[in-house]
């Protein structure tokens, strides 16, 4: 592992939100950045976040209410719009999600309340019940949307998939229903030997292997 020792591996470690954090984050917030997690979608992620106040600013600050009763003409002006990234699937994605937003705000309260009480044992089933929720959250966009706002994952990127098949913990593309929860089990084992948050192990290997 190369990364300057003990000290600036820990420097390189991301901080969970508690779940009072979850809980306090607005909807709007959660709406922002599960669309940004979209837009950076095969994107250079600098370039969508470069133009992210005009998003702000056109999509009314992501308050959910407002998105929602935007009508489809207005939408499809967006198509016009030429200081954002003019996606017809992406943008019609806020929208719906945040459709989907709200209906989880009516049974939970809010999003953040939603995301604290689920348990990060069983994350792969938020990876999965965000893809099924919401639109353009499938595959890694969901789990890297969790990263974003702070609920605590661990995310299998190709470094971590490699690390997990180096240290003879899982072997496989991580990607069936079936490879997610084995996988899932391999970090709760972990998680309760180190104390450590799913993110900072996940981030742990990553960095174990070149």
Not at 30 to 54: C, I, N, Q, T
Not at 97 to 116: D, F, K, Q, V, W
Request: hydrophobic share 40%.
């Amino acid at each position: 592992m190369r990364t300057g020792g003990a000290d600036a591996l820990a420097a390189r470690l991301p901080q969970p939100s508690t779940d009072t954090q979850l809980r306090t984050l607005p909807d709007d917030r959660y709406l922002s950045e599960m669309s940004r997690r979209v837009f950076r979608a095969g994107l250079k992620h600098s370039l969508v976040d470069a133009k992210w106040p005009a998003f702000e600013e056109v999509f009314h600050g992501f308050e959910p209410l407002r998105i929602r009763a935007i009508p489809d003409e207005d939408l499809e002006a967006l198509m016009t719009e030429t200081r954002i990234i003019r996606h017809w699937g992406k943008i019609k994605s806020v929208r719906a999600n945040a459709t989907a937003m709200l209906e989880i705000a009516a049974a939970s309260g809010s999003m953040g309340n939603y995301l604290a009480d689920w348990p990060s044992s069983k994350i792969v089933k938020l990876w999965a019940d965000l893809s099924k929720r919401f639109q353009q959250l499938g595959g890694n966009s969901g789990p890297t949307f969790l990263r974003m706002v702070g609920k605590d994952t661990f995310l299998l990127t190709p470094d971590t998939l490699r690390a997990l098949s180096h240290w003879e913990a899982y072997e496989g593309a991580g990607k069936s229903k079936g490879d997610r929860t084995k996988i899932q089990t391999v970090f709760n084992e972990w998680q309760a030997e180190s104390q450590h948050p799913l993110c900072q192990i996940s981030r742990i290997l990553s960095l174990s292997v070149d």
